[in-house]
């Protein structure tokens, strides 16, 4: 008990104290790269402070057991997938994790796939920005559900709104880190060498969604009811 | 003192309708503390509804009347989850975590219990199970039977009182499913666990069981002590399903008709043989000099066999498959899994291969399959080199592989889906592909499971489907992995038919089985394969009658006096061979 | 060669974040350099000499091409080389991008050393500290991993055994692989649901249970006290040195930060550059950081070095 205790106190004092003199410091001390410290700081706040309101809300064995396997498989086709640079069915099934358990299991599915697939691919500087970006895009189409079960097209503008957006996310961040500003010339280059990435990427999230929401929303849509989740 | 009642009780799940849907009616028993009780019956009895209805948080949804009571205490008003233990059918889907040592603590961590406790516990319990070594590997990397042993640890970690285990040997193979029962046996004598288990392989666990539960249609049809379940179940039919899947000592006890408590282990057996039947190794001694004349007799047949089959071959000239000094490894660095391997398989025969766990038997058949690609030597299918086939030519009404998970041939939501793909390949047009499909699930008897999803289906079930979509290239090879896993009795004879239809119709079958009973049955010739090499090739009598230890129940308990009997029909015929003369 | 794994995930990870946030955010050449060097010999140590030296072409090839296009992006600083499209191209911006190309590879080879000696019962364990759930899901998501790709190539091969896959071009396969894939799904998610019973027959999920009841007022005092909230195992111990580790981890990126902010240890390119000036504390956070990035390879040279030693003494 006293142990929980001390615990408590500490997670207190990190949040309340701790973090805030960090990034302030973080602040003062990077000049140019201040923007950029900023930006990371929130950003793996923001996924952390979405990691504890995931303890304190989810709480079926069986959701939690779908946003795992759900997780699991967007790794193996990261895996699976790796001969063809870009063509990944991660946002694929985090965004049909999202549109079937709602947004908050979406972000996780996101979240969790880079993190864990990291654990293959390398973990680096860029993990949190992979986390939030997926997990946004996952948490964005749990929001928009209804709408994306019905239309094809809107589907499609989906798939490609969530390839851009996710390039878009990973390449900000180096661009301020290396100039300390928008560097819109640094910018341009870094997405025009990625676009063949990219195009890659929205088109298999294209082809994951066109064949896969269907057979895929079956077999949750049976799971859920089965299950009473 | 008894640990578990139930009274009464009936369950239907929630889809059933009318009197004859009843999953479980009118159940009836008590199990008292330290009772070691076997439940058996044919697959879909409602072994596994009664065994959920006991573990309350695995309990299926549906309508419920009658009670269940644990220590005197109404089920549901029991608090504690570690009290009763339960461990599933398959060991993949018990296991939880990524590593063992988080397996086993998982259960105490669910309890509360602190860090030192949980320590203390789960170093105890994996000493008492012999896992040590394996204590911080991944669970992925363990075998079967492992991961097995792994869900029995970390439920009796938590220290039940009451053990329920749903066929946990079924998807082991027989040397581990051993290994399993004898560890269960272990708890039950030395800790004295009660234990409730389900289970279709009854060779090994009947001898240990204080009591035999036979269920039948959702009722308890016997329930009585294991030495006298064979005459119960005679009395209640004699030719009852079940019967096939008793302990090889009980199967002859009753082919020959002895009334009272039966002999169950090999021991037992071979006594009472000994005792009634001893005079017809005498005779023969007498006649012949004794069991070597028989060997020879047997060896004389076999050679004149081969010779005739060697003529026979000669002038069909249908050599099916054939693996001439085959070596393989999986990489460069590892060491090599096949040392030269040889063999052919003729068509119109069935060929077993028997052997460990690991050795490469599966290997062997990947080869044959050109799944991997040997290294040296030549692989040849249907008289062509394996290298010769183009794209998928090979696997076109040439070749046909069951693996051992068959599910993993299913990709569709239905099993209609799934075998009209195959027509499609075919060639067939889009309109005639249901019918045909429906036709020939009708032939197989399978109608009734064209809508179904594949995983709904049971085991046996699903091994049919799968060879009825495997053979609709109608293939002249079929290769077989471990065929008989997870099968009970009545599915094994059900495989066995499929089999010899086959075989008449001049299609080559290729086995790799771990089963000697399965072996002994169906085969036509047998062979042993050991550290990457086919060790000895001959039909199943000559077969199994050298070996002391890789034979059949029936052959261990025969053959003192009959060396060549390998099966329990044929131990039974030569008995009332001897009587009647 | 394991010494440095062997510490408390707690110290490594504050270990590894100290060190990648100065190295991220520093523009001083000095700890810049350390840290590259440090994180170079740490990997040598981990991974043997051979895999820095197959992996230095690569490196060499980031570092010019990073080096080298910064000018072509910035156009900041007052020293014009020479002129290019009419943009200057300037010393400023030629040493920034050097300085650019240390810091990305010291990172890349840093996270390297951070993928080896972070293995994913270490992050499980971090984890745990943010939220035990999150953690959970990833240890059940980690076992299912290995299956899943297991499963994936037992379906594949089954399938190409029935003729399904003819393997004439990169499409036919690319379709061949999405189809096994998508039928996996169903397979795993009821596979999951079995499991799902298994964590349950095995208590988890009961204090939940109980704090429903709770809320719905029945017979609230005998549940609280038997209400015991779930608790959280691991293998990992505490001990001395891992506190020690992360004081001198805390102290160095302290100093390091301060100094930084206030205490003449940064550094600036543009307009033109700075000066290093040597005080008392910029001498201090050299020292201090330098002996923090050479640590790991140091803990490992006196490791070999121990083992060297005893296997003499046998």
């Known amino acids: 008990m006293r142990r929980e205790k001390v615990k408590k106190a500490l997670v207190c004092l990190a949040f309340s104290i701790l973090i805030p003199t960090l990034v302030t410091v973080g602040y003062l001390a990077f000049g140019e790269r201040r923007y950029a410290w900023i930006i990371l700081s929130a950003t793996v706040l923001f996924v952390a402070s979405f990691f504890l309101y995931f303890e304190k809300t989810e709480s079926k064995t069986g959701r939690l057991l779908v946003i795992a396997s759900m997780t699991a498989l967007s790794c193996v086709g990261r895996v699976v997938f790796a001969p063809i640079p870009g063509f990944k069915p991660v946002t694929a099934i985090t965004v049909i994790c999202a549109i079937y358990f709602g947004a908050e299991a979406g972000f996780m599915t996101g979240a969790m796939s880079a993190l864990i697939s990291n654990l293959y691919f390398g973990q680096g500087p860029w993990t949190p920005f992979q986390m939030f970006g997926w997990g946004i895009i996952g948490f964005f189409a749990g929001l928009l559900s209804e709408r994306l079960k019905k239309g094809k097209a809107f589907l499609l503008l989906y798939a490609l709104f969530s390839g851009v957006l996710y390039s878009l996310i990973m390449d900000v961040w180096t661009v301020l880190w290396a100039d300390g500003f928008f560097n819109l010339s640094r910018y341009a280059a870094a997405s025009l060498s990625a676009l063949p990435f990219t195009a890659v990427y929205v088109v298999s999230n294209a082809v994951f969604l066109l064949i896969g929401l269907k057979p895929v929303g079956k077999v949750l849509e049976r799971i859920k009811t089965k299950y009473n989740l | 003192m008894e640990i578990l009642r139930v009274e009464n009780l009936s369950f239907r799940y929630p889809n059933g309708e009318g009197e004859s849907d009843f999953a479980l009616s009118d159940i009836n028993f008590s199990v008292s503390r330290g009772e070691f009780v076997v439940l058996c019956g044919v697959s879909g009895c409602g072994k596994t509804t009664l065994l959920r209805l006991i573990k309350k948080e695995c309990a299926p949804a549906g309508e419920k009347s009658g009670r269940i009571f644990y220590n005197g205490v109404p089920l549901e008003d029991t608090e504690n989850a570690g009290e009763i233990g339960f461990v599933g059918q398959n060991p993949e889907c018990g296991i939880v975590t990524d590593k063992v040592w988080h397996e086993l603590a998982f259960g105490l961590e669910n309890m509360g219990l602190s860090t030192d406790a949980i320590r203390r516990r789960v170093g105890e319990t994996a000493s008492f199970f012999g896992i040590q070594s394996i204590f911080r590997k991944k669970t992925d990397e363990l075998s079967g039977g492992q991961k097995q042993l792994l869900n029995l640890a970390s439920v009796m970690v938590m220290g039940p009182k009451l053990l329920l285990l749903d066929e946990p040997t079924s998807r082991l193979d027989p040397i581990a499913a051993a290994d399993f029962i004898s560890t269960l046996q272990k708890l039950n004598r030395e800790t004295g666990l009660s234990i409730i288990l389900s289970e279709h392989r009854l060779e090994e666990v009947l001898p240990t069981a204080d009591r035999v539960i036979l269920m039948e249609n959702g009722k308890i049809l016997i329930c009585d002590a294991p030495r006298k379940i064979g005459e119960r179940l005679a009395e209640e039919n004699s030719r009852h399903p079940m019967m096939r899947a008793m302990p090889s000592a009980v199967r002859i006890y009753r082919g020959l008709d002895m009334r009272g408590e039966s002999p169950l282990t090999v021991r037992e057996g071979r006594d009472f043989l000994l005792n009634n039947f001893s005079g017809a190794a005498r005779s023969d001694k007498d006649f012949c000099g004794g069991e070597a004349k028989e060997i020879k007799e047997a060896k004389e047949k076999e050679s004149e066999r081969t010779a005739e089959n060697k003529k026979s071959r000669r002038d069909f000239g249908v050599l099916a498959a054939e693996m001439k000094n085959v070596w393989f490894r999986y990489g460069r660095a590892l060491p090599d899994v096949l040392r030269g391997v040889s063999f052919d398989v003729r068509r119109g025969e069935a060929f077993c291969i028997l052997g460990g766990n690991g050795v490469g038997k599966t290997t062997a058949l990947n080869v044959l399959a050109g799944l991997d690609r040997a290294y040296r030597g030549s692989v040849s299918v249907n008289g062509k080199r394996i290298s010769e086939y183009r794209g998928a030519s090979l696997y076109r009404e040439n070749l046909a592989y069951l693996p051992q998970d068959t599910?993993?041939?299913?990709?569709?939501?239905?099993?209609?889906?799934?075998?009209?793909?195959?027509?499609?390949?075919?060639?067939?047009?889009?309109?005639?592909?249901?019918?045909?499909a429906a036709e020939l699930a009708k032939k197989a008897g399978?109608?009734?499971?064209?809508?179904?999803?594949p995983y709904d289906v049971s085991g046996g079930e699903m091994q049919r489907l799968a060879l009825c979509k495997v053979l609709i290239s109608k293939p002249k090879i079929l290769l077989l992995d471990e065929p008989t896993i997870g099968l009970d009795a009545f599915s094994k004879d059900e495989l066995r038919n499929i089999i010899k239809g086959l075989k008449s119709d001049g299609v080559a079958v290729l086995a790799v089985t771990h089963d000697a009973e399965f072996a002994a049955e169906c085969a036509d010739r047998c062979a042993l394969f050991f550290d990457g090499e086919i060790l000895s090739v001959a039909e199943p009598s000559l077969f199994f009658s050298e070996n002391n230890f890789y034979t059949t129940a029936a052959n261990r308990i025969a053959r003192d006096i009959w060396k060549d009997a390998v099966t329990c029909g044929e131990v039974v015929r030569r008995c009332k061979e001897y009587c009647g003369s | 060669m394991k010494a440095f794994k062997n510490f408390h995930p707690v110290s490594l990870a504050v270990y590894f974040l100290s060190v990648l946030t100065v190295l991220m955010f520093t523009k001083n050449p000095v700890l810049q350099a350390e840290a590259l060097v440090g994180a170079a010999l740490f990997l040598g140590a981990l991974q043997g000499v051979g895999t820095l030296l197959s992996d230095a072409p690569f490196y060499l090839a980031l570092f010019a091409m990073t080096a080298l296009t910064?000018?072509?992006?910035?156009?900041?600083?007052?020293?014009?080389?020479?002129?290019?499209?009419?943009?200057?191209?300037?010393?400023?911006?030629?040493?920034?991008?050097?300085?650019?190309?240390?810091?990305?590879?010291g990172a890349l080879i840093l996270c390297r050393c951070f993928c080896d000696v972070m293995t994913s019962d270490k992050i499980l364990y971090l984890a745990m500290a943010a939220s035990p759930k999150f953690s959970l899901v990833l240890s059940m998501a980690l076992r299912f991993i290995p299956m899943l790709v297991k499963r994936f190539h037992r379906v594949e091969r089954a399938q190409r055994t029935m003729g399904l896959y003819s393997g004439k071009s990169v499409s036919d396969r690319v379709k061949f692989h999405v189809r096994v894939f998508l039928s996996m799904i169903p397979w795993t998610l009821e596979n999951a649901m079995e499991t799902s019973a298994s964590m349950r027959a095995r208590g988890y999920g009961k204090y939940i249970k109980r704090a429903e009841k709770i809320k719905n007022g029945k017979n609230v005092k005998n549940v609280k006290c038997e209400k015991k909230k779930r608790t959280n195992f691991s293998l990992f111990k505490f001990t001395p040195r891992d506190a020690a580790l992360i004081f001198v981890c805390l102290l160095s990126f302290g100093i390091s930060l301060l100094g930084e902010a206030f205490f003449s240890v940064g550094f600036e390119y543009y307009p033109r550059l700075g000066a290093l000036r040597l005080t008392a504390w910029s001498a201090a956070v050299y020292a201090v950081f330098g002996a923090v990035t050479f640590m790991p390879f140091l803990i490992e040279v006196k490791e070999a070095l121990v083992w060297k030693y005893c296997v003499s003494k046998i």
């Open chain 2, 446 to 453: 399978l109608s009734h499971l064209l809508r179904r999803h």
């Open chain 3, 70 to 105: 910064n000018p072509l992006f910035s156009h900041n600083g007052v020293t014009p080389l020479f002129f290019m499209n009419g943009n200057p191209v300037t010393l400023e911006a030629l040493l920034y991008g050097v300085s650019l190309a240390a810091t990305v590879i």
């Open chain 2, 407 to 436: 599910s993993a041939l299913f990709v569709k939501d239905t099993v209609i889906e799934d075998l009209c793909e195959i027509f499609s390949m075919a060639g067939v047009k889009k309109s005639d592909r249901e019918a045909l």
